[in-house]
């Protein structure tokens, strides 16, 4: 009788080994065969799941988005209003563990446009709504003094974020794409300023932000 394997196991498996690929020896090295030989398999136990290169990365993917859900979940933990739309902000822009090759083989989906398929970019879009949809929540959950277009501002922010960390990681530290994240929080919301880092928005009027006592 031929052995029963669990599908998302398997998925999960593969995913793994996508980004073991990716991390050790760059995007480019990333193939089916090379993902298969990381399994310890032939290629045919990629592509009973995964059926081209592109449904790989989207695949890891997927992945890594039910382990950054898992992470902000942890992350939000206990706080509420504007200072939970803050930790968030602080969050998105950080760099952990594997989040760098994650980012890359985002862009490099992204770029693979209709080729990569119409499943491939469906799921892609799917997860960007995904991505979006979990920035609405927070967002009404902050409070009414964020208007409407909030989370796809910071939607827009997070993503121009990660490409830029990519371009030039010493330029982009997180620290500083939390600082502008924090601004923009503070440019849009009148409740949210200091909610990070203890600044108050000044009361000129101008939309600045000053250091608090």
């Given at each position: 009788?031929?052995?029963?394997?669990?599908?998302?196991?398997?998925?999960?498996?593969?995913?793994?080994?996508?980004?073991?690929?990716?991390?050790?020896?760059?995007?480019?090295?990333?193939?089916?065969?090379?993902?298969?030989?990381?399994?310890?398999?032939?290629?045919?136990?990629?592509?009973?799941?995964?059926?081209?290169?592109?449904?790989?990365?989207?695949?890891?993917?997927?992945?890594a988005e039910e382990e950054w859900n898992r992470e902000i979940e942890e992350e939000?933990?206990?706080?509420?209003?504007?200072?939970?739309?803050?930790?968030l902000a602080r969050w998105m822009c950080t760099t952990r563990g594997d989040d760098?090759?994650?980012?890359?083989?985002?862009?490099?989906?992204?770029?693979?446009?209709?080729?990569?398929?119409?499943?491939?970019?469906?799921?892609?879009?799917?997860?960007?709504?995904?991505?979006?949809?979990?920035?609405?929540?927070?967002?009404?959950?902050?409070?009414?003094?964020?208007?409407?277009?909030?989370?796809?501002?910071?939607?827009?922010?997070?993503?121009?974020?990660?490409?830029?960390?990519?371009?030039?990681?010493?330029?982009?530290?997180?620290?500083?794409?939390?600082?502008?994240?924090?601004?923009?929080?503070?440019?849009?919301?009148?409740?949210?300023?200091?909610?990070?880092?203890?600044?108050?928005?000044?009361?000129?009027?101008?939309?600045?932000?000053?250091?608090?006592?």
């Amino acid at each position: 009788m031929p052995i029963e394997v669990d599908e998302a196991r398997r998925l999960d498996e593969i995913a793994a080994a996508t980004i073991q690929v990716a991390r050790e020896r760059g995007m480019r090295a990333v193939t089916i065969r090379a993902v298969a030989e990381q399994l310890g398999g032939s290629t045919a136990v990629i592509t009973n799941y995964v059926p081209s290169r592109a449904g790989l990365m989207v695949n890891a993917l997927r992945h890594a988005e039910e382990e950054w859900n898992r992470e902000i979940e942890e992350e939000l933990q206990g706080l509420e209003g504007p200072e939970r739309l803050s930790a968030l902000a602080r969050w998105m822009c950080t760099t952990r563990g594997d989040d760098e090759v994650l980012r890359r083989l985002l862009m490099e989906t992204i770029s693979a446009g209709p080729a990569a398929g119409k499943e491939v970019e469906r799921t892609r879009s799917d997860l960007a709504r995904a991505h979006s949809a979990s920035l609405d929540a927070v967002v009404a959950e902050a409070g009414p003094g964020f208007p409407p277009e909030t989370a796809d501002i910071l939607h827009l922010l997070f993503r121009g974020f990660w490409l830029a960390a990519l371009e030039d990681s010493e330029g982009w530290p997180a620290e500083r794409g939390a600082q502008a994240a924090q601004a923009v929080l503070d440019l849009l919301g009148t409740g949210a300023s200091g909610a990070a880092d203890g600044r108050v928005a000044s009361s000129d009027g101008a939309g600045e932000a000053t250091e608090g006592p």
